[in-house]
């Protein structure tokens, strides 16, 4: 699918954050890229904003129906987080990725693209609404055969799926975290990769807010901080993604 040369809604996405990628030849593919965080001004940040690649007609059309045809629009990962899991996928070439919360089917797209000829990605969710928003955009991007949409909750889901993952994407309930990672991780192969989105949520895990969200949260970061099975990185993009590889 051809990339557009442009960044407008980066700017909105990325706060001060930036990311660098480095690509080192020969290394092996989970370790071709370093991720650098760092505060800018407002015009270093516009220059990276005109020479970062926007994300594909299919996502924004999918991101402008989401706008228009759901209550909560701004659950969709957008095209900063969508980059990143595009060049995810695309590092780990994976044959089977498994999503948890598809909503309308963004992330779902941007993982899929790095999918190896005979690739899959399942993709679980638990409100059937937008499962027609899923379909219609996937067709679009010409993924038919490699997405395949569950519909049910995932905890019944993900014991049923006789499958090993080479990546796999945590973005259902947060009070549910725990439980989908205890399920997934004996899922993913050694050397796989698990991310969980939001685990920041919003400032509230580290601000000490005693919402119920913010606390499971905070056990879960916890939880995977002290997982010797794992090595991770909770990156401080948008709203907080833990990035997890299984040793
Ligand atoms: C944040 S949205 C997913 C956004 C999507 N991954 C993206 O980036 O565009 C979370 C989704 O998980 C679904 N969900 C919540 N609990 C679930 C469960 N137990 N099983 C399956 N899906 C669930 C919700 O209905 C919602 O559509």
Not at 48 to 63: I, M, N, R
Not at 177 to 195: D, I, Q, S
Not at 196 to 220: I, S
Request: charged share 20%.
């Amino acid at each position: 699918m051809p990339f557009a040369k442009t960044g407008k809604d980066f700017l909105k996405k990325t706060g001060n954050l930036i990311l660098y990628t480095f690509f080192a030849p020969g290394a092996p593919n989970w370790s071709l890229v370093i991720l650098c965080f760092m505060q800018i001004d407002a015009k270093s940040l516009e220059y990276c904003l005109q020479h970062t690649t926007a994300v594909q007609p299919v996502l924004q059309a999918l991101e402008r129906e989401t706008n228009i045809r759901t209550l909560h629009p701004q659950m969709l990962s957008g095209p900063y987080q969508g980059m990143l899991l595009q060049l995810i996928s695309h590092m780990v070439r994976p044959r089977r990725v498994l999503e948890v919360g598809t909503f309308t089917g963004y992330s779902a797209i941007c993982l899929a693209q790095g999918l190896v000829e005979d690739g899959l990605l399942y993709t679980l969710e638990s409100n059937d609404e937008h499962a027609p928003i899923v379909r219609k955009h996937v067709h679009a991007a010409g993924l038919d055969n490699k997405i395949r949409l569950l519909l049910g909750d995932a905890a019944t889901l993900i014991p049923q799926l006789d499958e090993t993952f080479d990546l796999i994407f945590l973005d259902a309930g947060k009070l549910d975290y725990a439980r989908h990672y205890a399920l997934c991780l004996p899922k993913l192969r050694p050397g796989g990769f698990l991310l969980a989105d939001n685990v920041l949520w919003d400032g509230k895990v580290v601000h000490d807010m005693k919402d119920a969200t913010a606390q499971a949260l905070r056990e879960f970061n916890t939880m995977v901080q002290a997982d010797d099975r794992v090595d991770n990185l909770l990156l401080p993009l948008r709203d907080g993604v833990m990035l997890i590889r299984k040793r």
